[in-house]
């Protein structure tokens, strides 16, 4: 059997599980969160809420992620309710250590390797109590590079931006593996284009799987993915080869920071990956300083073939946690 057909062979299989364990889990999972939605004083919904998930720490402190879950719970009873998905930040300096411009011609030679770049990622939840306390969420994330430092004569454009709107069951968990709990199961359908036309146009559709789970000040990550284009009008057969097939993050939130790291990676022996770290500091009232590394394939779809190592610095408007 090739080598391709063997690795989306065992991922259809992780994907498999991971529709059984959270059906598993929803069944157990009734937590009676929808009884406290009718409760009309502040304090005692917040209350409801808290005694409905029972996460409360040894030392009486709430995990950090399961405040995020609360804060969410509550928001989305608001009419029109748009809430943070992954970080949202606004780099107006970044470098570039391996600036490949070929796809772009003779058009390219006006680039720099230093441009800004920003992510906006939001989202909503479309239908609460699905099954159980399972619910259906849309969201949408924007990734932008900006060449702001460009030569003039090409006006500064955007390079590149990553339209990723994302539709997903989310089904909470209860459950205990190597000492972390297992909180939540997302099961999704998911959409990343460039929407550029050939030959700048990379785009795929996948199927993913992630389970989450929690510490006192920690998430964890564990996410894989199928592809689920037509091979016949696939024009990018090998982007999962530079996109990856695995993912793995850890979230860490400390009094007044959060740090985080994620790894890509393609699962074949011709083998790629990706690292991501990223630190998230107080700089004034509303805002956060943000500091990026990457290192690795993939960190964007016209850039997905070439081995880039970029750091850049700005403002963080969300986080994970």
Not at 122 to 140: H, N, V
Not at 193 to 209: A, H, K
Not at 277 to 285: H, I
Request: hydrophobic content about 35%.
């Amino acid at each position: 059997m090739p080598e391709n057909s063997c690795v989306r062979m065992c991922l259809y299989c992780l994907l498999a599980s991971l529709l059984l364990l959270t059906s598993l889990s929803a069944e157990g999972s009734d937590t009676g969160a929808s009884e406290c939605v009718a409760i009309t004083d502040d304090a005692e919904r917040l209350q409801c809420y808290d005694g409905a998930f029972e996460r409360v720490a040894e030392d009486g402190e709430t995990p950090v992620y399961e405040e995020r879950l609360l804060a969410e719970e509550r928001d989305q009873h608001e009419w029109f309710a748009i809430t943070p998905h992954k970080p949202t930040y606004f780099l107006p300096a970044t470098y570039n250590f391996d600036s490949n411009f070929d796809a772009y011609g003779e058009f390219g030679e006006l680039f720099s390797g230093v441009e800004a770049k920003f992510q906006l990622s939001l989202k909503t939840q479309l239908w609460p109590e699905m099954i159980g306390d399972s619910s259906l969420w849309f969201a949408y994330t924007q990734q932008s590079y900006w060449q702001l430092y460009a030569d003039s004569e090409a006006s500064a454009p955007f390079r590149e931006t990553n339209y990723q709107p994302e539709l997903y069951w989310s089904i909470p968990t209860n459950f205990e593996l190597f000492g972390l709990r297992g909180r939540t199961a997302n099961i999704g359908l998911n959409h990343q284009s460039n929407g550029q036309s050939d030959p700048l146009s990379r785009s795929w559709n996948r199927v993913t799987g992630e389970l989450i789970f929690e510490g006192n000040r920690t998430l964890y990550s564990v996410k894989t993915w199928v592809r689920i284009d037509d091979p016949e009008n696939d024009n990018n057969p090998n982007i999962e080869d530079f996109m990856g097939r695995v993912e793995l993050g850890w979230v860490y939130r400390g009094e007044n920071y959060v740090f985080d790291a994620w790894f890509k990676n393609n699962l074949a022996s011709d083998n790629r990956s990706s690292f991501e770290v990223n630190w998230a500091f107080p700089l004034a009232q509303h805002l956060r300083g943000y500091v990026q590394f990457f290192t690795g394939y993939g960190e964007n779809m016209i850039d997905m073939e070439n081995n880039n190592t970029r750091i850049g610095v700005g403002i963080a408007l969300t986080d994970w946690l």
